[in-house]
C-alpha cells in the first residue's frame, strides 16, 4: 500500500513508537493517582512527554503542555475559555469543523476572512481590516485540505496590536512547521498528537499562555477535596485518566523529531509534493490545487479529476492499493471559499517515509484510473 | 529511616519539573506521594530530598524560579514536622 493521508493521521511513524505503547501498556498505570512504580512511571512518562513539546515547541514551563485527547479537544478547551456566546470571532476562510462547530455552538458571530488560496498578503489586508470589530481570532496555520500556509505569524502580531485574543489551530502544522509559542504570543496553540507529530491516535497537545476554563470535570490526582478543578496547569484541564500509553507513543515520535527537526520532515514532504505534483499535473487530467511555493504550502495537495468524481476516484485509488482522503474533510468552510464544495477534492497528503518510487508509482495508478475514466 | 525532607508543590508537573531541576544540579531528589497530613486540600507530590541537601535545594529552585509550597520534615519514626521557610 502506498499511504498518502498522513493528513489525517500518521500511519508512517518512526520505529520507536509502537514498542514505546506497548512498553507503556505493560508497565504504567495511572500517574498521579499513587506512589507505586507503575504510577510513578506514567507520571514520569508524562512529564517527559511534556518537557519534550515544551522543548521543541518553546514553551517556557511544561506545566503549560496540557494532554488532550486530540486537537479537537484542545480546541474546545480553548474557544469555550476564550468566547463568551454570542460573541463576535475572526476565522480565516480554511477553518475545520474543530473550530467552526464549537463557535457556532456557542451562537459566536464570524467574520470569515475567505480570501483566495495561496494569497497570504490579501489574508494579512482583509484580516487587518476586520480585527477591529473582533472579540476574538481563530486561524489555523495550515489548511487541512490544500497545505496551504496562513500567515500566523503576522496575524499575531495583529492580535498583539489591537489587543486580541488568538487561538491556532496547528493541526497540520505541528511538526512540519517550526512553532516558537513564545515569540508567537498566541493565546492557546492546539495540535494532535497523530498527524504531523507522528504519535499516535487518541493524543494531543494543548499549548497554553495562560489560565483555562475546564472542559471537563472530574479526578485530577490533585487537592482530591475541593469540588472545583484545582486553579493551576495542568491539573485544571486534565480531568480523568490521560491516555498514557499514547503518551508514551507521542512522546517516542517528539524524540524522533526533536533529533532530525521539523525541516527535514518539511523538505522531504515536499520533495515528495513535487514528485507527485508535477506527473499529475502532465497528464492533463485533473484540476490541481498547488501554489507550486515551498513557502505558501506543505505536503498536502488537493486535485479534481476533470472526468471522475472524487469519491469514485479515491475508491478506485483504495482499490489499486493508493490510501487518499476525498470528500469535505471536516472542512467545509475551505471548501466554500476555494469554490470546491459542490464536488469536493482528493487529497494526497506526504509523509517523510513515503519514498521518492511510491509517488512515481502513485501518479502512475493516478494515471491509469483516469485513463479509463 | 534517617529523616527526610518534602517539599510540597502545587502539582504533579510543577513537582516532577523542580525534581528535574534538583537531579540536573546534581542534587539527589525524587518525587513522592505527599502524607495527607501534609496537604490537608487532598491528594499531592512532593520532592524528596535527605535534610543535608535542603539549603542546595532551595538555593537552585529559587535559582530556576520554580515556585514550591510548604517544607516537611519526616522523621524516622513517620512523624511529620513543618520546617519554617
Known sequence: MIYLDTAATSLLKPETVAPAVLRAMGHMASPGRGGHVPAMEAAACCYRCREKAANLFHVAEPERVVLTFNATHGLNIAIRSLVRPGARVLISGYEHNAVTRPLHALRARLSVVNTPLYQPEAFLREAEARIGRADAVVCTQVSNVFGYILPVRELAALCRVQGKPLIVDASQSAGVLPLDFEALGADFVAMPGHKGLMGPQGTGLLLCKNDARPLLYGGSGSDSRAQDMPDYLPDRLEAGTPNVCGVAGLSAALDWLLANGTEVVRTAEWARLRALAEPLAASGRLRLFDSASEALQTGVLSVQPLAMDCDLFAQALAEAGVAVRSGLHCAPLAHLTAGTVERGTVRFSTSPFNSRLQMARAAEICEKILKKA | ?85
Open chain 2, 1 to 85: 529511616m534517617n529523616s527526610h525532607i518534602i517539599i510540597l508543590c502545587r502539582s504533579l508537573t510543577r513537582t516532577q519539573r523542580a525534581a528535574a531541576a534538583l537531579q540536573s544540579a546534581g542534587v539527589f531528589a525524587s518525587v513522592t506521594k505527599a502524607p495527607q497530613r501534609a496537604n490537608p486540600g487532598g491528594c499531592a507530590y512532593g520532592v524528596k530530598i535527605g535534610e543535608r541537601n535542603l539549603a542546595a535545594a532551595r538555593e537552585v529552585l529559587r535559582r530556576e524560579n520554580i515556585a514550591c509550597g510548604k517544607l516537611f520534615r519526616v522523621l524516622p519514626n513517620g512523624a511529620l514536622e513543618e520546617v519554617p521557610q
